[in-house]
C-alpha cells in the first residue's frame, strides 16, 4: 500500500549512520559491529533482548527494564555475565560515547554466544554470552491511526515458547506481520489459544467500550511496562480498566482502540479488518491516557 507504515516508524535522523555501538564490552562504530556467524543468536534465535527509551536524558523505567531483562536470562538459563549496575554502565557509556540527550532508543541483546560447532545443544556455546547495545536517536513518526489486521497466527501456550518472554526467535510474530502486511494493514492483531483477542504482533493493544479500557487477561502476551504503566494510571485516574477476555466482536464494536509500547508509548488504531474503530481517528480517552502517561514520563525523566 502506498501509505504503509509501522508502529516503530521514526523520523529519518542522519545521525543514526554514524552511531557508535556497544559490543562485548567495547564502543565501535556502526560499520565494526560485527558478530560470529557461529553465533548463538544468529543461528539459533537463542537470546533475550530488551528496549528502553530515553526522555530528557533519563532511561523511563530502567529498573524495570533490567528486571525483565535478567528474568528472562534466568528464564532461558544464560549467565549475562555483568551485574544489573554494570549492564546499566554500558547503557550510560554508550549514551555519552553518541552525545544523546533525548529521544534516543536503546536495545539491549544477549545471546549465548559463539558456538563451537553449528548445532543447537547449548553446551556448543563456551565462549561466553555476546551482549550488544544498538542506540539511536529515534523519535516516533506515526502519520495517521495504524490499520491492524487479524490473522491465524497464535501466541502459544507457555509450554511451547511463553509469549512473555523476550527472546530472540520472533518469527512467529514476523509471520503474522506478514500476513498482515498481506492484507494491505501495518500490524497484525493475534488471538490467544483460546480465539480472545490477544496482543498484535509488536505491541500490547487495548480497546475502550462505553469509557472503560479493556485489554487481554496477560496471559498470552509480552506483560509490557508500557501496558502496565497505562493500566496503573487508569486506575489512579478513575478510568475503568480491566484485564479480560474479550472477542473479535466486542473489539470490532470498540469506540476506540490503541498499542502501547516502549517505542510509540500510544499509538492509536483506526480500522481493524477494514471496520472502522469509532471515528477512525485518536479518541477522546485515547488522547487522555496519553496525557496522563506524557505527565508521568515527565515526573519520571525531568
Known sequence: MADHQTTHQAQEDARNETIKIWLNGDIVPKDEAKVSVYDSG???????????RLYNGTWAFADEHLDRLFEAAKAIDLDIGMTRNEVFQAVLETQKANDMHTDAHARLMVTRGVKTRPFQHPSLSQQ???MTIIMEHSKPKI???IRLATVPHLRGLPMTQDPKL????????????IAAEKAGADEALMLDVHGFVN???ACNFFIVRKGEVWTSTGDYCMNGITRQKVIDLCRED???VYERNYSLVDTYGADEAFLTGTFGAQ????????????SGEMGPLTT???ELYKSLIERNCG
Open 42 to 52: 544468529f543461528m539459533l534465535g537463542d537470546g533475550v533482548w530488551e528496549g528502553l
Open 267 to 278: 499509538t492509536p488504531v483506526g480500522e481493524i479488518d477494514g471496520r472502522p474503530i469509532g
Open 128 to 130: 561466553g554470552p555476546t
Open 199 to 201: 496482543t498484535t504482533n
Open 166 to 177: 523476550n527472546s530472540h526467535s520472533k518469527l512467529n510474530c514476523i509471520l503474522a506481520c
Open 238 to 240: 478513575g478510568i475503568p
Open 143 to 145: 502519520a495517521r491511526p
Open 288 to 290: 487522555r491516557i496519553r
